[in-house]
């Protein structure tokens, strides 16, 4: 019997974390400002009143401590959760994460496991200042040894959190800030996919929409638009980054012939590039057209005046379906 309720982002990650503690005690998070306040996003509000300062740590600021101290916590059999206060914060510790907490396991040939979830809220439209609005996915996404995921409703967050916390490998986990407030339906009694399985939210037949994060939204109101044109669109919500479910993909490639990757990073080595090159590798006979890909620009996140031109909307979703058709 399903157990229904509605919630933002934000609280659904709550939700899921607190869950997470209550199955096991070796389960903790650390961050800066996440107790009495409950971080920047108040994402962990109420958790430290109802587990405790050592359970629910304020730390210092310093990113590389954090991921450093995450990193003994695993070894002594903990599980910590680590918040990255910012995406742009978190290259101060990511010399912890990609030299050392991603080689872990490797180094140890599989005897010493790094079950260590990094949360760094990530990308565009809050306005914000530099080094608050990036979108580093594809660092980690490069990073062998690394799982990257990202939720983009709050059921799904509710869900991956706790199977990222489950995981025995270390678990970048990639929340899209603009989504923390829009509120949406969780199933509290049963998840829906697993964790590294990508969605297809929406169905049609003429092209294939892929992204992930925040850019789902964007792309479901460019399909609602196509479709009032008469273009039936799909719609393919990656969720896991690293590793990619290509199956759902590649189905729906075979049956549109025409595919459109949407990001917000910049699109030069991005995960999009990596994505096209795939698709164009195994469902070449498929495409009718290239797989066009709409992102961010290279150049640096703009101020915030100026970041409606920079990110990808609707409009430049439509554009490249209309020029995938146009083939």
Not at 79 to 105: H, N, S, W, Y
Not at 143 to 156: A, E, F, K, Q
Not at 220 to 231: I, M, R, V, Y
Request: aromatic share 8%.
């Amino acid at each position: 019997m399903s157990e229904m309720t509605t919630l933002p982002m934000s609280k659904a990650l709550n939700a899921g974390m607190a869950q997470a503690m209550r199955d096991s005690d070796r389960v903790l998070l650390m961050g800066e400002d996440i107790g009495p306040l409950g971080g920047v996003f108040r994402v962990t509000e109420g958790l430290q009143a109802e587990f405790g300062k050592n359970r629910v740590i304020d730390t210092p600021l310093a990113e590389s401590g954090i991921i450093g101290t995450a990193i003994g916590l695993a070894m002594g059999g903990f599980r910590p959760v680590c918040e990255i206060q910012f995406d742009g914060f978190v290259f101060p510790g990511f010399d912890q994460i990609t030299t050392q907490l991603a080689k872990m396991t490797n180094r140890h040939e599989g005897a010493l496991r790094m079950p260590v979830v990094i949360r760094i809220p990530y990308g565009g439209h809050i306005g914000a200042v530099e080094h608050h609005q990036e979108s580093p996915e594809a660092y980690f996404t490069h990073t062998p040894g690394l799982r990257v995921v990202s939720p983009s409703t709050p059921n799904d967050a509710y869900w991956m959190i706790q199977d990222a916390i489950a995981s025995d490998d270390p678990v970048v986990f990639l929340e899209p800030k603009s989504r923390y407030w829009p509120k949406g339906e969780v199933d509290l009694s049963a998840r829906a996919l697993p964790l590294h399985a990508s969605r297809i939210v929406r169905r049609g037949t003429d092209v294939t929409l892929v992204g992930h994060g925040a850019m789902v939204s964007t792309l479901l109101q460019a399909a609602a638009l196509a479709e009032s044109e008469g273009t039936s669109c799909e719609v393919i919500d990656l969720r896991s980054l690293s590793p990619v479910d290509y199956g759902p993909i590649l189905d729906s490639v075979a049956r549109t012939g025409r595919m459109v990757y949407a990001q917000e990073a910049p699109q030069f080595t991005s995960l999009g590039s990596e994505i096209a090159a795939t698709v164009t590798e195994r469902a070449f006979y498929s495409l009718e057209a290239p797989v066009l890909r709409v992102s961010g620009f290279d150049v640096p996140f703009p101020p915030a005046k100026l970041e409606g031109q920079y990110l990808p909307d609707a409009d430049r979703i439509l554009e490249a379906v209309d020029r995938a058709l146009a083939y």
